[in-house]
């Protein structure tokens, strides 16, 4: 088992006890990833709509499952002048819970029902 620092995240072998940097108390484990390396995981597209409505909507709902997300393209009037819609960008490893609350709130179809 090895040991980390939840403070600094240095690694230590087991029989290490205090982090020898900055004197934090060592957590059995492995370190979470790091913040920084979450804002690289693969955006995936879930949904496309030219509704602003549904999008506020939309976004109120991902806030409140704490789901990071990004609406791409999104810009009420240029939308409406180029005649574009907003996507919908989700992390790769968060994807399938979105379409599960979009498919709850009838947004988007099953997916078995596409093909
Ligand atoms: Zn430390």
Same mark, same amino acid.
């Given at each position: #088992?090895? =040991?980390?620092?939840?403070?600094?995240?240095? @690694?230590?072998?087991?029989? !290490? $006890?205090?982090?020898?940097?900055?004197? +934090?108390?060592?957590? %059995?484990?492995?370190?979470?990833? %790091? @913040?920084?390396?979450?804002? $690289?995981?693969? =955006?995936?597209?879930?949904?496309? +709509? $030219?509704?602003?409505?549904?999008?506020?909507?939309?976004?109120?709902?991902? /806030?409140?499952? /704490?789901?990071?997300?990004? !609406?791409?393209? @999104?810009? +009420?009037? #240029? =939308?409406?002048? %180029?005649?574009?819609?907003?996507?919908?960008?989700?992390?790769?490893?968060?994807?399938?819970?979105?379409?599960?609350?979009? @498919?709850? =709130?009838? !947004?988007?179809?099953?997916?078995?029902?596409? $093909?």
């Amino acid at each position: #088992m090895k =040991m980390f620092c939840p403070k600094c995240g240095a @690694e230590y072998w087991e029989g !290490f $006890y205090k982090c020898a940097d900055c004197g +934090t108390d060592l957590v %059995a484990g492995q370190p979470p990833e %790091a @913040e920084d390396e979450v804002r $690289y995981v693969e =955006m995936v597209e879930v949904f496309s +709509t $030219y509704n602003q409505g549904d999008i506020a909507f939309i976004k109120s709902v991902l /806030d409140g499952e /704490d789901i990071h997300y990004y !609406f791409q393209g @999104e810009s +009420t009037l #240029m =939308m409406v002048a %180029a005649g574009s819609y907003a996507r919908l960008l989700v992390q790769d490893d968060q994807a399938g819970r979105v379409r599960d609350i979009l @498919e709850e =709130m009838g !947004f988007i179809q099953p997916l078995c029902a596409l $093909y």
